[in-house]
């Protein structure tokens, strides 16, 4: 049975919470040129090349990050 009763917490939730990653929302769809959505911001970001690598204007999250990539549905390399 795939229902969930009320206040019953994902074990996906725990795992992010853990590891203070936000997954992307399902209501962001495509977004604009150079930006992405930060898995640690928890927002969308403007990521822009520093030392070599394009990176979160905030935190400076590599777009090498496997999360990054994750949620960005960018090629997991
Ligand atoms: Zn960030």
Known sequence: MNAQL?????????FNQHL???PKPNWIGKLPKNYYWCPYCGEIKKFKVF????????????MKDYYVKKFNKLELI
């Not at 009320?6 to 725990?14: A, D, L, R, S």
């Not at 030392?51 to 590599?62: A, M, N, T, V, W």
């Open 20 to 22: 203070k990653i936000r």
């Open 6 to 14: 009320p206040g019953q917490i994902g074990i996906e939730f725990y």
């Open 51 to 62: 030392k070599g690598y394009k990176r979160c204007e905030l935190c400076h999250i590599s």
